[in-house]
């Protein structure tokens, strides 16, 4: 079993940053997958951004040059750096890790609870 625990989220005003961090737990040796989600008030869940295990990041169009995923390993840890921030981004921000072998089963699939991001114009 894996734990997901996301924080940093909070509110600020449009053109502002917040840092998200999202860390497992629950095995030893086991290599995780990463991606971030968010959803907004009356919307579906869409994707935001997606960190391999070589570190190579993927992200979501509406998001691109503003926000930058990077991860530690020794910490199971990745953070999400949201810069120039804008209303649209408001959500929840959920994190998925999906493990990926080592001492854990693969493709075991696990979500965060959230972390609420407001952006005030």
């Known amino acids: 079993q894996v734990q997901v625990e996301e924080s940093g989220g909070g509110s600020v005003q449009a053109g502002g940053s917040l840092k998200l961090s999202c860390t497992a737990s629950?095995?030893?040796?086991?290599?995780?997958?990463y991606t971030w989600y968010r959803q907004a008030p009356g919307k579906e869940r869409e994707f935001v951004s997606r960190i391999d295990t070589y570190g190579s990041t993927t992200d979501a169009d509406s998001v691109k040059g503003r926000f930058t995923l990077s991860q530690d390993n020794k910490k199971n840890t990745v953070y999400l750096q949201m810069d120039s921030l804008k209303p649209e981004d408001t959500g929840i921000y959920y994190c998925k890790i999906v493990t990926g072998g080592g001492s854990c089963p693969w493709g075991m699939e696990y979500w965060g609870k959230g972390t609420e991001v407001t952006i005030s114009s």
């Open positions: 629950g095995y030893t040796s086991c290599q995780y997958h």
